[in-house]
C-alpha cells in the first residue's frame, strides 16, 4: 500500500479540502493508495509546539517534523497545499483564537526581558514566516504550467489585464549602495568545518552570536549587511520625489519569508514616513509596547492601551501626516488601509505582479488605480521589476491568449541562499563587525562592517544542492527544447560562487543540442519578456527567492493566477513533494467565504498535483491502477477546463464546492470510459450515471448554501464539524460519493 501525505494547511485552500478531499479519498479506494492528512496548519505548528498545558485531546503531533524526516524517505509523497507565512501580527491573532477556544498556549512576547520570555520568543519563531517550507523542500524545484492549462489559458484568456498608460510614471526604486547587493561577500568551503559568527565592537567587546555551525566541503556561504542609516535615507528621498511627481508610494517587501529582517526594515519605512510623531511620541510608544516592525496597524492597536484623551491626540497627528505626504498605495481604500499598516499585507511576489498586470498601478484612497514608486530597497531583484516595467512602458500589455510560458527551475533544497538565512541573521549590537569564523583554524572567512541596528545576514548553500539543481535544469531542457536560462550575476559574491559550479558541473551531462545559458537577471528578464510577446517559452533557473518571484509573475499574467501552477519537487533521497499554486489571495477569498458563503478559491493546483503524486507511486511501485487514476484525473481537468468550471468571484454562482463536484463527474466518466481496467469501469460507470443524473439537482443544493454568513468557528482553527457542514452542503453528492 502506498500512502499520499496531503497537508492541512490554512485559509482558503483548508477549506476547498474539507469538499475535496472526500472525493479524492473516495475514488482512491482500493486503488493500493491510501490519502492521509497531517496537520502544518499556522494553529498545529503552535498547539505542537506548546503541549505542555494542553489537555490530551488538545495536543497536535510535531507533524512537521514527521514530514521532514519523511523527505528522507524514498518513498515519500506529501501534496502540499500552500500555508500561512506568518508575520508576527498572524500569529499573535493565531494565538489569540487558540486562547478564545479553550487553548492554554501562552503569548508571544514582543520584547523579551526574563530568560524564559526569551525561550517563548525562540519557540515561537519555529511558528513564523516560511516555517513549512524548508522542512519539506529537500529537493529542487520544476514549477510550471499544466500544459492542458496553459493551452486553456491561451484559448480563453483572463480579463484582468490593464492598459499602460502612454504617460506611466511608475518606476521601481531601490538603493545605489549600502545595501544587501553592494555588501555580500562569499566563499566556497574546501573541507568539512564548523562556524561561529562573532561581533566585534569597535571599543573592544566581543559576542558570539551563533556557533558550532556545520559546514559541508563545497558549501557555499555568504555574508551580507544592508545599513539603516541608509534605508532610511533612501525612504525620505522617494518620499519626496513620489510628492514631487503626484505618484503613490508603496513598499513590497517579503516580511513573510524574510521574518528577521525585512518587518524589521518595514519598520524602518514607517518610522520615516510617520517621522514627526515617532519624532513627538516615541516615549509613549516606547512605555505602550509599540512594534514598528508589525506595521501602522500595531500603532493604533497598542494606542487603546492610552486614556481617550491622549489616543486621539495621537491619532489627529497621524492623520496630519498625510497632509504632506504622498499618497500611499491602499491595501483596502474602504477602510482606511495602507501599504505600511502591516508587512504581511503587501508582498512583493504577489504584489509587483499586480502592478504590472494593473498597467503599472496601484489602489489609491478614492479607489480608483495610479501610477505608483515601489520602493524595493535591496537591488539583488529590485532591478528585475524594472526592467519588466520598462518593456511594458515601450511595448505596452502582454497579451494572455499569445504569451508563451515562462517556467522555473528552482534551487531550493535543504535550505538553500535566502531561506537558510533566518538563524544566522542579526542586528548588529553596536559599531563593529560581524565575522564568521572558522572554528577549526580560527581564520575570518568573511566579515561586515556595521553600525548598531544594522541588518547582516549570511546564507548557506550545499553542494548536493547545486549539483541537484543543473541536473534539474537540464533535464527540463531536454524536455522543452527551449532557452533554459541561469539567472546568475558575476558582479554578486554569492552568483559568482554558484556560477563557477554551474560552468562546471554542467561538463557532468550531456547538453548536445541544448540552448543551456547564463545571464545576469536583468538581462534574462528581458530575453524572458521578449520571448513570451513573440509567443515562446523560456525555462528559467534560479535561487530561492527569485523563484517565488517568477513563479508569481509570469503565471498571474498568462494565467490570471499564480494558483494554476504546479510545482513538483523531486526530493534528493528520491521521494517526491507536489505543491499546488502561490495561495497569497487566499485572506480575500475566506473573508467573501464567511461574509457570503462563496469559496472563490480555484483548486486546480490541487487536481494538477494529483496527476504527477499519483505517476509517482505507478512509476515506483509498478501500480498500473495508480497510472490510469492519474491519466483520467488529466482527461477530467481537460474537460474541467474546457467545459469552463472553475469557481465564479460572484456569489450566487458556480464556487469550489461546484468545481470539485464537476471534476468528480469528469473523472468519474473518463473512469468510465477506459477500457484498461474492466473492474473500475463498471465501478464509475455507475457512479458517472449517478453524478450526471443528479447533476440539476446537486447545484441547487451547492447554490442553496451561498448567499448568506458563513459561522465555521474560527479562522486559524475552524470547527471541523462546521466547516464540513458548509464545504459539504449537497447531500446527494454526499452520498454518492460516501457510497463507494
Keep these: 500500500m502506498s500512502t499520499i501525505i496531503w497537508s492541512e494547511i ?223 535615507e533612501f525612504f525620505a528621498q522617494q518620499i519626496e520625489e513620489a510628492k514631487k511627481d503626484g505618484v503613490l508610494l508603496s513598499l513590497h517587501m517579503k516580511a513573510t519569508m524574510m521574518k528577521i529582517s525585512d518587518p524589521y526594515i518595514f519598520g524602518q519605512c514607517v518610522k520615516v514616513f510617520y517621522k514627526d510623531v515617532f519624532e513627538k511620541y516615541g516615549s509613549v510608544f516606547e512605555e505602550i509596547g509599540v512594534n514598528v516592525s508589525n506595521g501602522l496597524g500595531d500603532v493604533y492597536a497598542k494606542l487603546k492601551r492610552l486614556p481617550d484623551a491622549k489616543r486621539e491626540e495621537i491619532e489627529a497627528a497621524i492623520m496630519d501626516v498625510y497632509k504632506d505626504r504622498p499618497a500611499l498605495a491602499m491595501v483596502d481604500s474602504r477602510r482606511g488601509i495602507t501599504n505600511l499598516h502591516a508587512p504581511n499585507d503587501v508582498i512583493i511576489d504577489a504584489s509587483m505582479p499586480v502592478v504590472v498586470r494593473d498597467g503599472g498601478r496601484m489602489w489609491n484612497l478614492q479607489d480608483e488605480l495610479q501610477d505608483t514608486v515601489a520602493m524595493i530597497p535591496d537591488r539583488c531583484y529590485a532591478t528585475i521589476y524594472q526592467t519588466v516595467i520598462e518593456d511594458c512602458q515601450k511595448n505596452g500589455q502582454f497579451d494572455p491568449a499569445t504569451m508563451g510560458a515562462v ?166 533521497q528520491g521521494g517526491g513533494v507536489f505543491e499546488t499554486g502561490a495561495g497569497g489571495s487566499a485572506p480575500k477569498h475566506v473573508e467573501q467565504f464567511l461574509k457570503e458563503g462563496h469559496l472563490r478559491w480555484d483548486s486546480l493546483g490541487e487536481y494538477c498535483a494529483l496527476v504527477p503524486s499519483l505517476e509517482h507511486i505507478a512509476k515506483t511501485t509498478d501500480n498500473a491502477t495508480a497510472q490510469l487514476y492519474a491519466e483520467t484525473l488529466d482527461a477530467a481537468v481537460t474537460d474541467y477546463l474546457l467545459n469552463e468550471k472553475a469557481p465564479s468571484r460572484k456569489v450566487n454562482e458556480i464556487d469550489n464546492r461546484g468545481s470539485s463536484f464537476y471534476v468528480a463527474l469528469y473523472w468519474a466518466k473518463a473512469l468510465a470510459a477506459q477500457d484498461k481496467n474492466a473492474e473500475l469501469k463498471a465501478k464509475f460507470a455507475k457512479i458517472a450515471a449517478d453524478l450526471e443524473a443528479n447533476e440539476a439537482k446537486i447545484n441547487e443544493e451547492l447554490l442553496a448554501a451561498q448567499g448568506s454568513p458563513v459561522d465555521i468557528g474560527g479562522y486559524y482553527k475552524p470547527d471541523v464539524a462546521k466547516t464540513s457542514a458548509a464545504m459539504r452542503p449537497s447531500a446527494t453528492l454526499n452520498a454518492i460519493i460516501d457510497a463507494l
Aim: with cysteine.
Design 10 to 232: 490554512d485559509e482558503a485552500p483548508a477549506l476547498a479540502t474539507y469538499a475535496l478531499l472526500p472525493i479524492v479519498q473516495k475514488f482512491l479506494k482500493g486503488s493500493g493508495v491510501d490519502v492521509e492528512t497531517r496537520d502544518i496548519s499556522l494553529s498545529g505548528r503552535i498547539l505542537a509546539n506548546f503541549p505542555e498545558k494542553l489537555k490530551d485531546e488538545q495536543k497536535v503531533a510535531d507533524y512537521l517534523a514527521q514530514l521532514g524526516e519523511l523527505t528522507q524517505d524514498p518513498s515519500a509523497n506529501i501534496i502540499k497545499l500552500p500555508n500561512v507565512s506568518a508575520s508576527i501580527p498572524q500569529l499573535q491573532a493565531a494565538i489569540k483564537e487558540l486562547q478564545e477556544k479553550g487553548y492554554d498556549v501562552p503569548d508571544y512576547p514582543e520584547e523579551p526581558k526574563t530568560d524564559e520570555e526569551k525561550e517563548l520568543q525562540a519557540r515561537y519563531s519555529k511558528c513564523l514566516g516560511s516555517a513549512v517550507n524548508p522542512v519539506l523542500r529537500e529537493g529542487n524545484s520544476d514549477r510550471r504550467s499544466a500544459a492542458s492549462v496553459k493551452k486553456f489559458a491561451q484559448k480563453n484568456p483572463h480579463r484582468m489585464m490593464k492598459d499602460w498608460p502612454a504617460d506611466s510614471k511608475t518606476r521601481v526604486a531601490h538603493m545605489n549602495a549600502n545595501d544587501f547587493y553592494a555588501s555580500e561577500t562569499s566563499v566556497t568551503l574546501d573541507k568539512d568545518t564548523t562556524l561561529t559568527y562573532k561581533f566585534v565592537g569597535n571599543d573592544g567587546s566581543e559576542q558570539v552570536l551563533k556557533e558550532k555551525l556545520p559546514v559541508l566541503a563545497g558549501e557555499v556561504v555568504d555574508s551580507s549587511s544592508m545599513s539603516m542609516a541608509a534605508v532610511r
Design 407 to 572: 517556467s522555473n527551475v528552482g534551487l531550493m533544497a535543504k535550505k538553500a541562499e535566502e531561506y537558510g538565512s533566518h538563524d544566522k541573521t542579526f542586528y548588529s549590537p553596536g559599531d563593529g563587525k560581524i565575522q564568521v569564523i572558522d572554528e577549526a583554524t580560527g581564520a575570518v572567512l568573511l566579515e561586515q562592517t556595521l553600525e548598531a541596528g544594522d541588518v547582516f545576514r549570511s546564507c548557506q548553500t550545499k553542494d548536493e544542492s547545486i549539483r541537484d539543481w543543473v541536473k534539474l535544469a537540464v533535464s527540463r531542457a531536454k524536455a522543452t527544447g527551449v532557452p533554459t536560462v541561469f539567472w546568475l550575476d558575476p558582479k554578486r559574491g554569492h552568483d559568482a560562487q554558484i556560477i563557477a559550479k554551474v560552468e562546471t558541473y554542467l561538463k557532468d551531462h550531456d547538453t548536445t543540442g541544448l540552448d543551456i545559458r547564463i545571464m545576469t537577471p536583468d538581462d534574462a528578464m528581458q530575453l524572458a519578456c521578449d520571448r513570451s510577446r513573440r509567443g515562446e517559452d523560456t525555462v528559467t533557473c534560479t535561487g530561492n527567492a527569485l523563484r517565488d518571484y517568477l513563479t508569481d509573475l509570469f503565471p498571474i499574467l498568462e494565467l490570471g493566477t499564480s494558483a494554476r501552477m504546479l510545482s513538483i519537487v523531486p526530493l534528493l
